[in-house]
């Protein structure tokens, strides 16, 4: 049981735009900033929105994240099979003392 | 560009330790923005994060694995490790390495993972 809870499944058809949802509690994202990171199984995760909504260089601009009160939301517009992935939204959690996941969202492109 | 790389062995009998290394390449170890971390990933659920810890050698840990988990650091080799006692099978994970970015607050590089499982 993740402290933070993602729907499990996703999808959208190429070129939709795909919104990803996050909850959490006031000891997490209600008062720390919420990171997303995208992976594909075997490979390293990789880094895709950090303090809510800033984009590391090289991350393209159809991924987007938002945080209201203790939810967030990354947001991808313009979906592409490369897509295809799981997704993980993680924030500090100041009453475990510990940095705290999702349980992850898979995202299909149909 | 950084790359961080697990290595260890892929087998652990239960009660014992487990051991793994991650190796730092393209950036340095040294710097203080940095902290650098273990993540693991049991198969079928989430992650969870195990600890980390600072190239002077200052360590935090999970609470829930505290009492397990020791983290140490070898600059000269641009290595930092994990070990993890008295194994079980809910030991049995894929372990990621990774760099904390204290200036962005987030996991900015991971390895790519390896899977360690705990049996007899």
């Known amino acids: 049981q993740s402290v933070l809870t993602q729907p499990p499944s996703a999808s959208g058809s190429p070129g939709q735009r795909v919104t990803i949802s996050c909850s959490g509690s006031?000891?997490?994202?209600?008062?720390?900033?919420v990171n997303w990171y995208q992976h594909l199984p075997g490979t390293a995760p990789k880094l895709l929105i950090y303090?809510?909504?800033q984009r590391p260089s090289g991350v393209p601009d159809r991924f987007s994240g938002s945080k209201s009160g203790t939810s967030a939301s990354l947001a991808i517009s313009g979906l592409q099979s490369e897509d295809e992935a799981d997704y993980y939204c993680?924030?500090?959690?100041?009453?475990?003392?510990?940095?705290?996941f999702g349980g992850g969202t898979k995202l299909t492109v149909l | 560009q950084v790359q961080l790389q697990e290595s260890g062995p892929g087998l652990v009998k239960p009660s014992q330790t487990l051991s793994l290394t991650c190796t730092v390449s393209?950036?340095?170890?040294?710097?203080?923005?940095?902290?650098w971390s273990w993540i693991r990933q049991p198969p079928g659920k989430g992650l969870e994060w195990i600890g980390y810890?600072?190239?002077?050698?200052?360590?935090y840990y999970n609470p829930s694995l505290k009492s397990r988990v020791t983290i140490s650091v070898d600059t000269s080799k641009k290595q930092f490790s994990l070990k993890l006692s008295s194994v079980t099978a809910a030991d049995t994970a894929v372990y990621y390495c990774?760099?904390?970015?204290?200036?962005?607050?987030?996991?900015?590089?991971w390895g790519q993972g390896t899977l360690v499982t705990v049996s007899s």
């Open positions: 810890i600072y190239y002077s050698g200052g360590t």
């Open positions: 006031s000891s997490n994202i209600g008062s720390n900033t």
């Open positions: 303090r809510n909504n």
């Open positions: 990774a760099r904390y970015n204290d200036r962005s607050g987030c996991f900015d590089y």
């Open positions: 393209g950036g340095s170890i040294s710097s203080g923005d940095y902290y």
């Open positions: 993680a924030a500090w959690d100041d009453s475990l003392n510990v940095g705290v």
